[in-house]
């Protein structure tokens, strides 16, 4: 995390609701800047997920009602042609956090 403090400040709101409803199931998906993908580009969006299911977890999320996946550049809130640097290739270095029963979790077969 850029600033650890604020990923907790705005992770607290979604333990909570998951800790209160123990059967909703959370999957993160991870995504990365640039528009080709790489084994690395996969495996760094992979591990943005799983540091946001690590911290969800020490928050008394169960673990086992989170999935993650690791799109690289292949997610489909990717904005392309913008490279690597700046605001707008900031924002495609993002977690995603969606219900795992959705259809868009469906379509991307984790």
């Not at 999957?27 to 996969?42: F, W």
């Not at 992979?46 to 020490?58: G, M, N, Q, T, Y």
């Amino acid at each position: 995390y850029i600033d650890p403090n604020a990923a907790k400040e705005a992770l607290k709101p979604i333990a909570k609701y998951m800790n209160e409803n123990n059967k909703f199931k959370m999957l993160l998906i991870g995504t990365t800047a640039g528009d080709e993908n790489s084994d690395l580009m996969i495996d760094l969006s992979e591990k943005r997920a799983k540091a946001v299911k690590s911290s969800l977890v020490s928050m008394g999320v169960p673990e086992k009602n989170i999935s993650y996946i690791g799109l690289g550049c292949s997610d489909p809130w990717h904005i392309y042609n913008v490279g690597t640097g700046g605001g707008l290739a900031s924002n495609n270095r993002k977690v995603v956090l969606i219900d795992a029963s959705s259809d868009i979790a469906k379509s991307l077969n984790y």
